[in-house]
């Protein structure tokens, strides 16, 4: 893998935290975002320096269309280049449709999708002229399956696919990528709040019996990244113990 330049969305805690781990442990430079906790993603980025990698910390609400485009060009002018972009910011908001407010369902769009949609339009902008680069979004097998109690999540997510899908054909001419991730249950702070009973039922759902890690999903989304993948876009990968299979 060569030396580059990338952007971690969500990178303070879970598996956006094991990305940036993974992808600096490769010799890159990542950029950790956050939005809410400066202390997590410090500490993210001492991790990855003790590792032996090096990164920063960059704070930005990716539903900020504004704000996003002041993050990428920001980068750029920093550090020369961005040669990597993996959106994993994301949030959740569930609810049985017939319950969920409005706010409930507009939040989660506003981060999961329209988030990726913000990165990606001003990432593809330096990407063109460097006629390269690798996008990977993290996407979710509740939008490839659905699920219920996540009608906004799950709505997210498989936009998110659509998106993979079309901008891979609109920027696969000058060399650039564009892959989508769909992790299941991954074991995170996400998970942890679920009861034994829940975990019990969704490990029954699993081929593999139990939940992946965060690595797991870090570990694919490395190889996307890699030269090892240059001849793969437009794909959704499912990291998720043969869950949706």
């Not at 320096?49 to 504004?66: F, L, M, P």
């Not at 280049?81 to 369902?105: C, H, P, Y």
């Not at 097998?141 to 696919?161: E, P, T």
Request: aromatic share 6%; net charge neutral; glycine share 12%.
């Amino acid at each position: 893998m060569k030396k580059s330049i990338a952007l971690v969305t969500g990178a303070s805690r879970g598996i956006g935290k094991a990305i940036a781990l993974t992808l600096a442990k490769e010799g890159i430079f990542v950029v950790v975002n956050y939005n809410g906790s400066r202390e997590r993603a410090e500490e993210a980025v001492r991790e990855i320096k003790e590792a032996g990698g090096d990164g920063t910390v960059w704070q930005c609400s990716v539903a900020d269309y504004g704000a996003c485009q002041e993050m990428i060009a920001g980068i750029v002018k920093a550090y020369g280049s961005l040669d990597i972009l993996v959106n994993n910011a994301g949030i959740t908001r569930d609810n049985l449709a017939m319950k969920m407010r409005e706010e409930e369902f507009d939040e989660v769009i506003a981060t999961n999708l329209k988030g990726t949609f913000n990165t990606i339009r001003h990432t593809a902008r330096q990407m063109l002229k460097q006629r390269g680069g690798k996008i990977i979004n993290i996407s979710s097998v509740s939008g490839v399956m659905g699920n219920a109690g996540q009608v906004n999540y799950s709505a997210s997510k498989a936009g998110v696919i659509g998106l993979t899908k079309s901008m891979a054909r609109e920027l696969a001419s000058r060399g650039i990528t564009v892959n989508a991730v769909a992790p299941g249950f991954i074991a995170t702070e996400m998970t942890e709040v679920l009861s034994e009973d829940v975990k019990k039922y969704a490990e029954s759902q699993i081929p593999l019996g139990h939940f992946g890690s965060p690595e797991d999903v870090a570990r694919m989304v490395a190889f996307l990244a890699s030269e090892n993948a240059d001849y793969i876009t437009g794909q959704v990968i499912c990291v998720d113990g043969g869950m949706s299979m």
